[in-house]
């Protein structure tokens, strides 16, 4: 439970930051319409929520792992590993978010309780 959260609470706040006015403005410097906003911070929000619970954990690491390649070869560049503005960062995200898909939610989430749950509650 606690590395999906953790890695869940990274995207909550990380999706909540998208939110905010300078991103939208920010996007067309990125190639990205700022029209993107919303989507952005929902695709991040979204999957974050949804890890914390353990609930659709292996789709919402999948979707974060597409954003953290978008991340890494679309705005900061492969190139970039090291030094200021690198990717080590989205690196350990994409890691991250590879192990949950490898792992799934493990036995302290929602989808776990669901299926104890006898065949007539779920």
């Known amino acids: 439970m606690g590395f999906r959260s ?5 995207f909550i706040i990380h999706g909540i930051l998208k939110f905010n006015p300078g991103f939208a403005e920010n996007l067309p410097n990125m190639g990205l319409p700022a029209e993107m906003q919303i989507p952005i911070a929902l695709a991040e929000l979204v ?4 890890l914390i619970f353990g609930v659709l954990s292996r789709l919402s690491a999948s979707l ?3 954003i953290m390649l978008g991340a890494i070869f679309m705005i900061k560049g492969a190139s970039s ?3 200021k503005g690198g990717i080590e960062f989205e ?3 994409l890691a991250s ?3 949950i898909m490898i792992a799934g939610p493990g036995r302290i ?3 776990h309780a669901i299926k ?4 007539c509650l779920h």
């Not at 953790?6 to 990274?10: D, L």
């Not at 104890?116 to 065949?119: G, Q, T, Y």
């Open 81 to 83: 590993i090291t030094g």
């Open 109 to 111: 989430s929602l989808s």
């Open 47 to 50: 999957p974050g929520i949804l």
């Open 64 to 66: 974060i792992s597409i």
């Open 91 to 93: 690196l350990i995200l």
């Open 6 to 10: 953790a890695i869940g609470v990274i």
């Open 116 to 119: 104890k749950l006898p065949r």
């Open 97 to 99: 978010t590879l192990v």
